[in-house]
C-alpha cells in the first residue's frame, strides 16, 4: 500500500501550533 | 366487516414502555439537578435581583445603566474581542484540526496535540495572563530574544530593530488580548472540529477527483457544505468562550480594556459606586446578547443543513 504523502501544509500548522502551546508555557518555567 | 388496527399486544406493551421510562428518569436525575443548582437557579436569581433595588423593592432603574456610554462601549469591546477571537481562533483550529486528521501528519503528533489541545482549552484565567507576561511582556524571554538581535548599520552603531514594544506591539492592549485568548480558543476549535473533519469520507473526495473536480472545487462543493453546520456551532461556541472570560483580561490588561465582564465585577465587587443590582442588569444584557447570538446559529444551521438532510 502506498504511504500517505506528508503535506506542508499540514506540518507548518502542525508545528505552528505547538509552538503556540509551548512557547508560553517555556516563558513562565523560564520567568520561575 | 371493519377491521380496526388494535393490536392484542398493545396493553402488554404498554406496561413495558411505563416500566421503562420510570428507570430512565431515575438515570436523569443527576442531569436534571446539574441543570437546576448550576444553571436555572443562578440564571433565575440573576433575572429577579436585576430588577431589585438596595431595600429589595422592584426597580427598573437598574436598567438605565445601559444607556449610560461606558456600558455601551463596554459592550461594544467585549462584541469586538469575542468576534475577532473567534475568527482567529477559529481558523486557526480549524488548520491544525485539519493537519492532525486529513492531513497525514504522523500518529504521534496527532495523539500530542489532541492531548495538549485538551489541556489548553481549559488553561485560561491568571496562569495564561501570566504565561504571556513572561513570555511577550517589557521583560519577556521573546521580548529578551528579540531586542538581542542587533546589526552594525552604515555608520557602525549597533541598531536592535526587532524590539517588538519600538514597533507598535503591546501586550497590554487589544492585540495582547487576542494572543491571550487565541491560546485557548483554537484548541477548543481543534477538539470541536475534528470528528467533523473525521466523518469526511475518503470516498467523497475520490468521487470528486474522478468526475474531474480539483481541490478547490471539492472544498467548496462537497466538504465545506457538510462542515459548515459544527464550524458554525464551534465559532459559538468560541464566542460564548471569549464574551465571558474575565480573569484573563483583569490580570493581562488589569482593567484597561473595557470589556463588559470587568465593569460586571467592578459593580458586584466594589469600585466606589458600585451597585451590585446594576451589574446583575448588565449581566442579564449578556445573557440576551448570547440568546440573540444562539437564535442567529439556529437560523444559520437550519439553511445550511438543509441539503444534508434531502
Redesign the interface.
Known amino acids: 500500500m502506498k504511504k500517505?504523502?506528508?503535506?506542508l501544509?499540514?506540518?507548518?500548522?502542525?508545528i505552528?501550533?505547538?509552538l503556540?502551546?509551548f512557547?508560553?508555557?517555556?516563558?513562565?518555567l523560564?520567568?520561575s | 366487516m371493519d377491521k380496526t388496527l388494535t393490536s392484542p399486544a398493545v396493553p402488554a406493551r404498554k406496561s413495558v414502555w411505563r416500566r421503562l421510562s420510570e428507570s430512565n428518569w431515575i438515570g436523569l436525575v443527576p442531569f436534571f439537578a446539574f441543570i437546576f443548582f448550576f444553571l436555572l437557579l443562578p440564571s433565575t436569581n440573576l433575572l429577579f435581583k436585576s430588577f431589585q433595588d438596595f431595600n429589595g423593592n422592584f426597580t427598573l432603574s437598574n436598567y438605565g445603566v445601559m444607556q449610560n456610554p461606558y456600558v455601551i462601549k463596554a459592550y461594544s469591546v467585549s462584541l469586538q474581542v469575542s468576534v475577532i477571537t473567534s475568527l482567529v481562533g477559529g481558523v486557526f483550529g480549524f488548520f491544525v484540526a485539519y493537519a492532525i486528521t486529513l492531513g497525514n501528519t504522523p500518529k504521534w503528533m496527532r495523539n500530542f496535540l489532541m492531548t495538549f489541545s485538551g489541556l489548553a482549552a481549559n488553561f485560561g484565567g491568571v496562569p495564561l495572563a501570566f504565561s504571556y507576561i513572561a513570555t511577550l511582556g517589557r521583560t519577556g524571554f521573546v521580548t529578551a530574544i528579540l531586542k538581542s538581535i542587533c546589526y552594525p548599520d552604515a555608520t557602525g552603531a549597533q541598531v536592535c530593530p526587532f524590539n517588538p514594544y519600538d514597533n507598535g506591539f503591546n501586550l497590554y492592549s487589544m492585540t495582547g488580548l487576542v494572543l491571550a485568548y487565541t491560546y485557548f480558543q483554537f484548541p477548543l476549535m481543534v477538539l470541536t472540529i475534528t470528528p467533523a473533519l473525521e466523518g469526511l469520507r475518503k470516498e467523497w473526495r475520490e468521487a470528486s477527483a474522478n468526475l474531474g473536480a480539483n481541490s478547490w472545487q471539492y472544498w467548496q462543493d462537497v466538504a465545506l457544505p457538510i462542515l459548515t453546520p459544527s464550524i458554525l456551532g464551534a465559532t459559538l461556541l468560541l464566542f460564548g468562550s471569549a464574551f465571558g472570560a474575565y480573569a484573563t483580561a483583569y490580570a493581562l490588561t488589569g482593567g484597561s480594556i473595557y470589556l463588559i465582564t470587568i465593569v460586571i465585577a467592578q459593580q458586584i465587587r466594589g469600585d466606589v459606586l458600585n451597585n451590585p443590582y446594576e451589574g446583575y442588569a448588565l449581566a442579564v444584557g449578556m445573557i440576551v446578547i448570547m440568546g440573540v447570538t444562539i437564535l442567529l446559529y439556529n437560523a444559520l444551521q437550519r439553511r445550511t443543513s438543509r441539503w444534508l438532510k434531502s
Open positions: 500517505p504523502r506528508f503535506d501544509w499540514s506540518i507548518f500548522w502542525a505552528l501550533a505547538l503556540y502551546f512557547i508560553p508555557l517555556y516563558g513562565t523560564d520567568f
